[in-house]
């Protein structure tokens, strides 16, 4: 039932242009991006480090920022695409007939969030071509670059629980989208909050996603980061399941 759910999920996605536009405007943004990287990288750091042991490649220069950029822009975005999951739901008056259906609310919630997580593997999968394009020059750091897509998809697994749970919470998509954003961007300033001390804070970075995709641009896959975004995800799909069973409850 779950996959049956998130098939629906996917498919309902692009009845509408917004799944369609959120795709061709991500990867305008990150090919005009990637334009730039490699301009830079060709006329600036090349010709620097040329000869120099130990020179930033392609991967380093290139690839890490461009995914980097990937994240930055998908946290934008991404409140855009949750906010309907549920709130739509609620506005259209369709919920009461989702959650009183013979299926249980933990498969509905599992079954919307994987149905978000397709679009989010499709959309990853299409970042990985640019890179991919510089193999041909050689010099490209495979396990780094698998590194950071693996970094990059569980940093978009949070956005969508995240984003799922407001969306559970809201009436309103849009009132869900802002109040995304802003739990995202909270967590963003946390990590620069965190940085910025003079003694840093170790508790503001870790609850922070971006530190720990940092990690993974860097080509290091520690048990910490992965675990942290397991914890994250399933946090939030547990408030989300409670949420709609009060609703449930309330009926």
């Known amino acids: 039932m779950i996959y049956a759910i998130a098939q629906n999920e996917f498919k309902r996605?692009?009845?509408s242009p917004l799944a369609w536009t959120i795709l061709a405007v991500v990867q305008v943004i990150l090919a005009l991006l990637m334009l730039i990287l490699t301009d830079n990288f060709l006329n600036e750091v090349q010709p620097?480090?040329?000869g120099m042991e130990g020179a930033?490649?392609?991967t380093d220069a290139i690839v890490s920022p461009l995914l980097l950029w990937a994240g930055i822009v998908m946290l934008a975005v991404s409140p855009l695409i949750t906010m309907r999951l549920i709130s739509e739901e609620r506005q259209t008056g369709s919920l009461p007939l989702l959650i009183s259906s013979p299926v249980t609310i933990?498969?509905?919630v599992l079954g919307k969030y994987l149905g978000l997580m397709m679009f989010y593997a499709l959309m990853v999968g299409m970042i990985a071509l640019m890179p991919l394009v510089l193999a041909?020059?050689?010099?490209?750091d495979?396990?780094?670059?698998?590194?950071g897509l693996v970094g990059l998809f569980l940093l978009l697994g949070s956005f969508a629980a995240a984003g799922l749970y407001l969306s559970c919470l809201a009436q309103q998509p849009m009132v869900a989208a802002l109040g995304s954003f802003g739990?995202?961007?909270l967590l963003v300033i946390f990590y620069i909050a965190g940085k910025s001390q003079a003694e840093g804070s170790a508790f503001f970075v870790y609850i922070s996603h971006f530190g720990h995709f940092l990690a993974f641009l860097d080509g290091l896959f520690d048990s910490t980061d992965f675990v942290y975004y397991l914890l994250f995800i399933a946090t939030f799909l547990i408030l989300s399941i409670r949420?709609?069973?009060?609703l449930r409850l309330m009926r």
């Open 48 to 50: 620097r480090y040329a």
């Open 56 to 58: 930033p490649g392609v």
């Open 243 to 246: 949420r709609l069973d009060n």
């Open 13 to 15: 996605m692009f009845l």
């Open 136 to 140: 041909a020059s050689g010099g490209l």
């Open 142 to 147: 495979w396990g780094k670059l698998a590194a």
């Open 106 to 108: 933990s498969e509905i």
């Open 183 to 185: 739990l995202l961007m």
